[in-house]
């Protein structure tokens, strides 16, 4: 399978642990969202990485996520 580096995202190994994405080489930008969603991660990740809006439960609104100047 052939796939681009414009798809894959090279993590520093402290940032690697602190998603739990040990043991997974330049992961896909989706990966590294989901995983920044599911930790809660908030630090540094790449220039211009934006994660995914987390979802509202049990119909609220939703106020988080977003972009870090």
């Not at 052939?2 to 739990?20: E, F, G, K, P, S």
């Not at 080489?25 to 920044?36: I, N």
């Not at 990740?45 to 870090?68: D, L």
């Amino acid at each position: 399978m052939y796939r681009t580096t414009a798809q894959l995202m090279y993590l520093c190994n402290h940032v690697r642990l602190a998603l739990h994405l040990e043991g997974t080489p330049d992961p896909s930008l989706a990966v590294v969202q989901a995983a920044v969603t599911a930790t809660g991660y908030t630090g540094y990740v790449a220039p211009g990485f934006v994660a995914a809006a987390p979802k509202a439960a049990g119909g609220g609104t939703s106020t988080g996520g977003g972009t870090k100047p």
